[in-house]
Nanobody
Framework: QLHLVESGGDFVKPGGSLRLSCTAS????????IGWFRQAPGKEREGVSCISSRGGSTNYADYVKGRFTISRDNAKNAVYLQMNSLTPEDTAVYYC?????????????????WGQGTPVTVSS
C-alpha cells in the first residue's frame, strides 16, 4: 500500500478558498490516477474530483464544478485541489487516493491506497 499525505485543510468562512495538497512518499505519483474524496459527518464518502496520471483528463462532481480545480505536478510528486467559493456544505474530511492506472475515476471502490484525510470546516 502506498503512503499518501493530505494537507491544507483548515477553518474558513463561506466564500473563502483553500488549496489541498496530496503528496506521496516512497513512490512516484506519475503512474497513478488520483482522486479526491470527502466525507461529511454522518454521511458516506463521496468522490469530489479525479485526475489522470498525466493530468490530461479530469472529472468533477456536479456540486463542485466551477468552484474546485484539480491539478497535479508530477515533478513535485503532488496533486492539488483548489477549492473556491466554499460553502458550509463543503465541510468534510477530504481524502486523496491513488489507483495504479492512467484513468481517473470518482468511484471510491476503485482505489486501494488512501491518505488519512485533512479536515475542512466552512462556517461563519
Amino acid at each position: 500500500q502506498l503512503h499518501l499525505v493530505e494537507s491544507g485543510g483548515d477553518f474558513v468562512k463561506p466564500g473563502g478558498s483553500l488549496r489541498l495538497s496530496c503528496t506521496a512518499s516512497g513512490f512516484t505519483l506519475n503512474n497513478y490516477a488520483i482522486g479526491w474524496f470527502r466525507q461529511a459527518p454522518g454521511k458516506e464518502r463521496e468522490g469530489v474530483s479525479c485526475i489522470s496520471s498525466r493530468g490530461g483528463s479530469t472529472n468533477y462532481a456536479d456540486y463542485v464544478k466551477g468552484r474546485f480545480t484539480i491539478s497535479r505536478d508530477n515533478a513535485k510528486n503532488a496533486v492539488y485541489l483548489q477549492m473556491n467559493s466554499l460553502t458550509p456544505e463543503d465541510t468534510a474530511v477530504y481524502y486523496c487516493a491513488a489507483r495504479h492506472t492512467s484513468y481517473p475515476s470518482r468511484n471510491l471502490y476503485e482505489y486501494d491506497s488512501w491518505g488519512q484525510g485533512t479536515p475542512v470546516t466552512v462556517s461563519s
